[in-house]
């Protein structure tokens, strides 16, 4: 049996308001304890988006009252909300910027939308971005100009590793978290874009369509050659439902707080990982770059040697899926203690909704 910290993940989708069909603050917090999890940050893409003090009051709402393990919620950077969010920041996760186009309304095309947010939100709390490729080096350039931390989230290709690694080297205050999924799968072949998606239309590519996309086995590479760059490992979590991934316009996201432990320890076995980095990735440098509280008398039990196949009907996840189905994993997650008590053991979820606490509460 392996002890390790309760685990924080720093980006999840949990659908709640509006889209509980998908996942709600119950289901994907009985998710995150059976992944290991006891601290989950919230993204702000919901419908409606929390992006102002009634639309967060209405997240956390729902989280107060259905929530197994802790939380906070993240508020969505909008193109008029930048005189407002400043002062729900102590209420919230941090800002997330989409600078890139993904699933929801939340988008920020013009760098004049930018400016305001960058130079408004205050410096403790942190602003995620989601950024790809040459707009992750606009990002990172508005946080050396502003003199403010910036954390990229869901980093997937080679080009963005380095551009971070080098800009650390720099002083820039950057940090950075990886998925799982795309360390562990490689895009398929030929990838999936719009096009192949038209002519393979109601199947197949709809369940490999994520954001940032899955990337070349050289980008794959590149991530677990420069792990010392990456700061946290985080799920991005962002269940759809089956029905909807397999449909004619499937929306970008894979389920992952039941996955990331069991494939990163398997990883940790094979020896290309090692437990520290866990330690490190999934609950020092998230509680540093976040600020987040210790949570007292919290651990989590893991038997290191349990080997078995990953199943989505096994997840308490309501998707009812994972693009890991089948995978033959090392390392499972039988006990999860949460501030004294025991949240969940032996595969059953024992700490009821409502126990979770907002961290930022
Ligand atoms: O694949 C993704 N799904 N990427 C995102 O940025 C959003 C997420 C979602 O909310 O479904
Ligand atoms: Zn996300």
Redesign the pocket.
Known sequence: MIKLPGLIDPHV?FREPGQTHKEDWDTGTSAALAGGFTMVLA?P?TKPPIFDADTLEMALKAAKQKARCDYAQFLGAGPDNADIVPSLAYKAAGLKMYLDS???ELRLNDMTLWMPHFEKYPKQYPIVA?SESRSMAAAILFAAIYDRPIHIAHVSLKEEILLIKAAKEKGIKVTCEVTPHHLFLPSPNPPPNSQNLGEDKGGGWGRSE??PRLATQADVEALWQNMDVIDCFAT?H?P?TLEEKDSENP???FPGLETALPLLLTAVHDGRLRIEDIIAKMYTNPRKIFSLPEQPETWIEVDENAEYEIKAADQFTRCGWTPFEGWKVKGRVTRVVLRGRDAFKDGKVLAEQGFGKNVRG
């Open positions: 989708h993204m893409n993904t699933f929801g989601h994520v954001r991005d962002a759809h929306p970008p996201g």
